[in-house]
């Protein structure tokens, strides 16, 4: 089947730009995570949906990042006046229930100019 | 806290072994392991859960240390397929129920040549 989705594969950006990166999860998963990864480093995580709801949003780094998951399923991760900083591997996990394993997507590489 | 992994990078000939370790300052409720390639998505390896188990399949295991806050990862008679990144992620415990919300290690770069 399916695994989790990302899309675009590459974004790049102008400094203070509005962008928009888009996670379709495999189907059937309620639970859904945003992890950010940086060159040489393990990914970091920003937020835990299950089902439509934001469950745990303590990894945000600020308020220009916010996410939504409005039915369930596709979640969207939208950064405000993107910096340089924000420049990074943005990648979408899915899991059965909040305790199974968690399966990635190939993530979005953004890269803010 | 971020786990400490070690070592930082193996380099091994096919069919040798490896270790790599993941340890917490903090108390341990679950240990995840995922391997991640070059430009790849992390692919999950096993979960150990707070009770000391050890886990294997085919000829990866992994043993869980809550005494120690340690875990480790054996790789057996290494194939040129295991050549990657190792992550490993503490799991968060929320009201006694764990969920995927993990703090990685830095990784270790394992590279198996023929």
């Known amino acids: 089947g399916a695994g989790v989705s990302q899309t675009p594969s590459n974004k790049v950006t102008e400094k203070g730009k509005y962008v928009e990166l888009r996670c379709d999860p495999i189907?059937?998963?309620?639970?859904l995570y945003w992890y950010r990864q940086s060159l040489g480093q393990g990914p970091e995580f920003l937020i835990y949906?299950?089902?439509?709801?934001?469950?745990?949003d303590s990894g945000l780094p600020n308020d220009r990042f916010f996410a939504v998951r409005p039915e369930g399923s596709v979640s969207t991760l939208k950064i405000q006046r993107t910096e340089r900083g924000d420049s990074a591997v943005y990648l979408c996990?899915?899991?059965?229930?909040?305790?199974?394993?968690?399966?990635f997507g190939n993530g979005t590489r953004l890269t803010v100019t | 806290q971020q786990p400490v992994q070690s070592p930082q990078a193996v380099i091994l000939r096919e069919g040798e072994d490896a270790v790599i370790n993941c340890s917490s300052s903090?108390?341990?409720?679950?240990v995840h392991w995922y391997r991640q390639k070059h430009g790849e998505a992390p692919v999950f390896l096993m979960i150990?859960?707070?009770?000391?188990e050890q886990k294997g399949h085919d000829k990866i295991s992994a043993s869980f240390n809550e005494k120690k806050q340690q875990s480790s990862l054996y790789l057996t008679a290494s194939q040129l397929s295991y050549s990657g990144t190792y992550f490993c992620?503490?799991?968060?415990?929320?009201?006694?129920?764990?969920?995927?919300?993990?703090?990685f290690g830095q990784g270790t770069i394992l590279t198996v040549h023929p």
């Open positions: 996990a899915s899991s059965l229930t909040g305790e199974s394993p968690l399966h």
């Open positions: 150990l859960l707070k009770g000391g």
């Open positions: 189907s059937g998963h309620t639970a």
């Open positions: 992620g503490t799991g968060a415990n929320a009201g006694g129920t764990s969920y995927g919300k993990l703090t």
């Open positions: 949906f299950q089902g439509t709801g934001a469950a745990d």
């Open positions: 903090k108390a341990l409720y679950s």
